[in-house]
Nanobody, 124 residues
Framework: QVHVVESGGGVVQAGGSLRLSCAAS????????MGWFRQAPGKEREFVAT????????VHADSVKGRFTISRDNAKNTVYLQMNNVTLEDTAVYYC?????????????????WGQGTQVTVFS
């Protein structure tokens, strides 16, 4: 069992930065790949980024590539999403999730544990 809790959401001006954190707890957290997804009002949940169990391989969605960076600190059981140069289209609830597929995956059904989400609102 893995429990994940997101934090760090808030209101940010377009062009600004925000860092989301995801604290994970459980006996074998470091063996899980982690991912970030987001869901905007009226839209389906979409993949943002994933990182493998060791943290040496990450994949980002094209929509955030070059602006967002996923990372993890296994000593702290924490995953981060650094968001730079945000745009209005980044407004969404951001979810952290853990997957037993150790290499990381874009596919939401392959994630076993999900957090409750943290709201990010970008204004112009």
């Amino acid at each position: 069992q893995v429990h994940v809790v997101e934090s760090g959401g808030g209101v940010v001006q377009a062009g600004g930065s925000l860092r989301l954190s995801c604290a994970a707890s459980g006996r074998t957290v470091s063996s899980y790949a982690m991912g970030w997804f987001r869901q905007a009002p009226g839209k389906e949940r979409e993949f943002v980024a994933t990182i493998n169990w060791s943290g040496n391989s990450a994949v980002h969605a094209d929509s955030v590539k070059g602006r967002f960076t996923i990372s993890r600190d296994n000593a702290k059981n924490t995953v981060y999403l650094q968001m730079n140069n945000v745009t209005l289209e980044d407004t969404a609830v951001y979810y952290c999730a853990a997957s037993g597929y150790e290499l990381g995956t874009r596919n939401a059904p392959e994630y076993d544990y999900w957090g409750q989400g943290t709201q990010v609102t970008v204004f112009s």
